[in-house]
C-alpha cells in the first residue's frame, strides 16, 4: 500500500469519528442544560398524570402535597440550609426556565448555583428517569395561573434561543 493510497480512509475514518464525538458532545450537553429528549409539557394530560403520580411518590415529603413548601422557606435553618421551597405561585420555581429546573432537578441545586451550596434537595438522576422528571415539572407547571406560566414559558423560549 503505498502512503496515498490509505490516506483517504484514514481521513474518512477520523472524519466519522470526530462527527460522532460532536453528536456525543452535543448531546451531553443537551443532556445538561435540561433539553434532553423532550418537553415539558403542561398542557399534555399524559405526562401531567405521570407527573403528579411522581410528584406524590418524590417531590411532595418536602414540598409539600399542595406545592406548598416548608414552613420559612425563604429563611436559613440552624445548619445554613434553606427549606424546602413552594412550587405553587408564591415560590420562585416558575421564574425558571426548564432547562434550569430540569437540571436542579436531576443534579441537585449545586449543578446550578455552585459546588459550594449546601441543599438538603438531592439530585434525582438514579431515581427517576428523564421522562419522569419532565413530567413532574409538568404537573408543577400545570398547577400555575396563565400568567405564571406565560412568563415561565418566556424565559424557557429565551434559554432555547441562546443555546442554538
Not at 31 to 59: K, M, N
Request: charged share 25%; with cysteine.
Amino acid at each position: 500500500m503505498t502512503p496515498s493510497s490509505w490516506r483517504r480512509p484514514v481521513f474518512f475514518a477520523a472524519l466519522s469519528l470526530a462527527a460522532a464525538a460532536g453528536v456525543a458532545a452535543l448531546l451531553l450537553e443537551l443532556g445538561r442544560s435540561g433539553a434532553a429528549l423532550g418537553a415539558i409539557d403542561a398542557a399534555d394530560p399524559a405526562q401531567v398524570a405521570l407527573g403528579r403520580r411522581v410528584y406524590a411518590e418524590q417531590c411532595a415529603g418536602c414540598h409539600g402535597a399542595n406545592l406548598e413548601g416548608q414552613p420559612g422557606w425563604q429563611s436559613r435553618k440552624p445548619d445554613g440550609r434553606l427549606p424546602a421551597p413552594p412550587h405553587d405561585v408564591s415560590g420562585h420555581t416558575w421564574h425558571h426556565p426548564d432547562g434550569v429546573l430540569f437540571r436542579i432537578t436531576k443534579l441537585g441545586p449545586a449543578a446550578i448555583v455552585g459546588e459550594n451550596y449546601r441543599s438538603d434537595m438531592p439530585g434525582f438522576e438514579g431515581a427517576l428517569s428523564d421522562t419522569e422528571i419532565r413530567a413532574a415539572l409538568a404537573f408543577i407547571k400545570s398547577t400555575w395561573p396563565e400568567r405564571e406560566r406565560d412568563f415561565q414559558e418566556r424565559q424557557s423560549r429565551f434559554e432555547r434561543e441562546a443555546r442554538r
